[in-house]
C-alpha cells in the first residue's frame, strides 16, 4: 500500500526588506505575507545583524483571513518607524528604511 502526502504550497504575496544602520549597527528586518491555504495566510518575519543567520518568526499562531493578514503585515511594518527609500543604498535619516 503506498501512502501519498498531501503537499501544501506557500504562496508569497507580499515581503518588505528592512534594513537599519547607525554607528556600528547595521541591521535587516524581512516581513513576508504567505497564503498558505484558501483564504488562509500567514504573516512571518526575519531579523539581525547583516551577514548573520537571521532569526525567524511569525505574527500569526495560525493562519488568518487575508483582511486580518494584511493589518497584522502593516502594522508590523508601521511599527519599524520606516522611511521609504528606493534602494538600499539610498540614504535614511531615521530609522527603518525599506526598499521593496
Known amino acids: 500500500m503506498k501512502l501519498l502526502r498531501k503537499v501544501s504550497t506557500v504562496k508569497l504575496i507580499r515581503t518588505v526588506s528592512l534594513e537599519y544602520r547607525e554607528g556600528k549597527s547595521d541591521k535587516v528586518y524581512?516581513?513576508?505575507l504567505c497564503e498558505v491555504g484558501q483564504d488562509q495566510f500567514v504573516v512571518n518575519f526575519r531579523y539581525g545583524r547583516r551577514g548573520t543567520i537571521l532569526r525567524d518568526g511569525s505574527k500569526t499562531a495560525v493562519a488568518v483571513n487575508?483582511?486580518?493578514a494584511i493589518a497584522i503585515f502593516d502594522k508590523?511594518?508601521?511599527s519599524?518607524?520606516?522611511c521609504l527609500s528606493r534602494?538600499?543604498?539610498?540614504e535614511c535619516v531615521t530609522g527603518w528604511c525599506h526598499w521593496n
Open 30 to 32: 524581512e516581513v513576508d
Open 66 to 68: 487575508e483582511q486580518d
Open 76 to 78: 508590523l511594518v508601521k
Open 80 to 82: 519599524k518607524g520606516t
Open 87 to 90: 534602494s538600499p543604498s539610498s
